[in-house]
């Protein structure tokens, strides 16, 4: 009988986390530069994530962007090309480099 008891009060409970006001979700505006490359990003990079995670890393080497672009394929399967992988490497090095 117990059981009984604590299963439905367990089935019950999500009814309520319920709330009445809607829930605003904030929209966050990611503004990127545009520029040579903007499309290969765009095409490649926005399937998974937003530009955020690449906007928040700050002005970064050459080699940084590089070793992220290869994370991205190595690690987390991103289907991008070499071809791609280059032009991304170049567009963020350019936009999002700190000169080295
Ligand atoms: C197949 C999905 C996928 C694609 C495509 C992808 N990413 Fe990611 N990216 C991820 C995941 C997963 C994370 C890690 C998220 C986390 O840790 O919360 C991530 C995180 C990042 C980060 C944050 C730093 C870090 O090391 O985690 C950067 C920078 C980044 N991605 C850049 C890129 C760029 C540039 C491209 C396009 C060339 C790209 N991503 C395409 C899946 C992807």
New binding site residues.
Partial sequence: MTKIILITLLALTPLFAQVKENIEVPYVAYPIKMGKGFD??NG??????SFG??L??GPQPRAF?KA??H??ID??????SDE??KI?EDY?ATYYGNGK
């Fill in positions: 290969q990003v490649n990079c926005l399937m998974c994530h995670y690449i928040n890393q962007w992220k672009i994370k991205m690690a987390f399967k991103a289907p991008i791609d992988a991304v963020l």
